[in-house]
């Protein structure tokens, strides 16, 4: 599973998705790769995410610089 923006709510989520033996590849620029790391994940770059996951799920907050963070082309890879 990739969880884009490992914040708050992508933690839990990150969590709860271990439980029933996910694994987790994160991504988000302002979380350090440790907090991941320590939780059972894997911080990569969003091109990583999107090409080796199965599942994603999206925890960040429109704004400017997300809004359209990710569309069809991201989806086509």
């Given at each position: 599973?990739?969880?884009?923006?490992?914040g708050r709510i992508g933690q839990v989520v990150c969590?709860?998705?271990l439980a029933f033996g996910f694994e987790i590849?994160?991504?988000?620029p302002f979380v350090?790769?440790?907090t991941a790391t320590k939780l059972g994940g894997k911080?990569?770059?969003?091109?990583?995410l999107l090409k080796e996951s199965d599942f994603v799920?999206?925890?960040s907050p429109l704004i400017p610089e997300t809004r359209n963070m990710i569309g069809?082309?991201?989806?086509a890879s």
């Amino acid at each position: 599973m990739g969880i884009v923006g490992f914040g708050r709510i992508g933690q839990v989520v990150c969590r709860k998705a271990l439980a029933f033996g996910f694994e987790i590849l994160a991504c988000d620029p302002f979380v350090p790769a440790e907090t991941a790391t320590k939780l059972g994940g894997k911080m990569v770059d969003m091109p990583t995410l999107l090409k080796e996951s199965d599942f994603v799920t999206l925890h960040s907050p429109l704004i400017p610089e997300t809004r359209n963070m990710i569309g069809a082309a991201e989806l086509a890879s």
